[in-house]
């Protein structure tokens, strides 16, 4: 063989051997390794039962794939966790309670229901043993009897688009009977008669032209009947322990009222005084109070309305007049609404992140009640801070764990909420962590300042746009950049950009902001950045008619100019970032990325299209790492490739230096994750024929 062929053949040899390495440096470290945090006070409550004649309370939470049990023997006022990993809540039955029961006469005999199926514990918590194998509502009605309403996915429908089985035990769960529910839209509640535990009303989401809206049965769950009613769900159901007959039920409309056990409805005479009709649960104490949690709207003028709180309302008969809380609660779900059975001026308010609030006199005004509970909070973006040890991240990922801003000054080990109960859009950290912008769902820009719990935030109100996104110079903390949009008529809109006066001092509370002057025929600011380096140049992405658009300043905002248009300049993007890694800006599109050098427009496609990618962080070289929704990738210069938490949708990335080494960090909806931060994709190697004699 020639040997010029034989040294070619050794350096393919070599060249494909290095490529092996470098696959196995790329995929070693695949092993992520969980940070344990945010632990949080609170989150997602799925239930709260409180104990007849006691101070004994037990609260199921977590996220809705960490289950947990809380006790407290103090009503409230300090809690202990029980156990830990119970399981999944199936996610048809995510908005609604009935996930957890407790025998009436043994406080010990605890049952949750859990994807997998119904979990028993006879200590009060303390170990657990599977009963049976079909879970989604469980109610112990009567000393060792248990009502289970769930689906069995290996269960003939004959015909019906659910598989809906009622099943019932008389001996505290060892032995079953199962009966066939009627065919029904996806089942959303149930509730049992305190007067006749034989009598249960289960609620549908059936809207259909036949408003299959209820299936009842009077000789416990042996036989069930159909009821029909003109709601749109019925998403909540409580029995008046003080009326026999009298159940109450809502829809996303109104409320609705049953005089004889759920037979037949009409709807209250109360007209919601708010404008979303978007109840949450409802509750009626011993003494035949009705209490309903709903999201309202505070009204500005005659046509316009402000922000959304939670409002409580009571009616002390039958729906006919209402009194209402003062207090208005934050603007986030409420999962689940008790009223304690011994003390009728007792009420416990459980949220969809805010853990538990508990009212002493009526409903009028509220307080946590989450000394002892904490639970991982989901992560929609992580951001360092600093040298790296001080971490934020956003949180209230899926509207499922607590909402807010949580911050870590030690590299994650243990957290505390910075900004709690808001939804953010976005946020920005000044040099040295000397202060913090974020903006709430509602488009409101506070400011931090201050370390730790020392912090004060101010709301800056004088902005006369709906803020998106805010950046902050990391080389000069006076360069900040606002950007938003304003209605100007019905359905029209016009983009705003905004610069903070140059001034060392912060501004006051009413602030005067200077315009930027960008293209007139912009509607929509979704993003805006500075560039890490040089605070003179600028970006900002959003719309233009209806069309995707980027902008760039290289004057600090000043003039911009379109950088991006679609059609143009690429395909649609539907950009929900704009980023800068030294002399590159990319955009981040739904399921793509595009990227462009500064200083000569030329758009290319990173193409993915393997679904969502919400952040990017880049290697040394400039590779990027993508967050997706399917887990985190690299980009080798032709191709996304994994680099670990597959399958998991990741949110947010950033890079920080701890314990001598550079780490990547992750936010998912099981918190933060970290690995060590991986090597750089390798060039082309053309190694040089080694011994080889000339021809």
Known sequence: MNKHLHGLIGALIVAVGLSAVFAGILHADEEWTPLGGPELPGGRVYEIHIIPNSERVYALVGPP????????????????????????????????????????????????????????????????EQVYDVGGWVVAPRPNQVYVVGRRSAQSNDGCAENWVFARSPDAGDTWEEIALPCIQQIISMAVSPHDSDLIVVGSADSGPEHRAFVRSENGGRTWEVVTATLFTASSLAFDPQSAGVVYTSDNRRVWISQDNGATWTPCPWVPPFASGNFFDMAVTQEGFLYVAALAYEWTSVSAFGPTYTGIWRSEDHCQSWWASLQHLPPETASTLVAHPAEPRRLYLGWQGAGIWRSDNRGAVWSESNAGIRTLAGVDRVERAGDGNTLYAVTGLYDETRAGLARSSDGGSTWALDFPDHYLRDIAVAPEDAFVWVVNNNGELYSGQGEGAERTWTHLQSLDFDVTSVAISPQDASVRLIGGQVQVAPYKYQARIALWPLTEAEPARNVSLRASAIPTDVTHIYHVAIHPQNPDIMAAVGLQGGMDVALLSRDRGVTWEKFFVEGVDGPTCRPSRIIFNHDRVYMLCFSDVLVSPIYQKGWQLLNFKSGRIYALEFLDDGAPIAATEIGVKLWNRTAWTSIGLDGQQVRGLTRVQQDGQEWLLAGTIQGIWRRPLPAAPPYWIWLPLVGVSPP
Not at 76 to 84: D, R, V, Y
Not at 91 to 104: I, W
């Open 65 to 128: 794939d960490q289950l947990r049990l809380f006790r407290s023997e103090d009503g409230g006022e300090s809690w202990s966790q029980k156990a830990k990993g119970l399981g999944a809540v199936e996610p048809f039955t995510r908005r609604n309670d009935s996930f957890l029961a407790v025998d009436p006469a043994q406080p010990d005999l605890v049952y949750v229901a859990a994807s997998e199926g119904i979990q028993r514990s006879t200590d009060g918590g303390g170990t657990w």
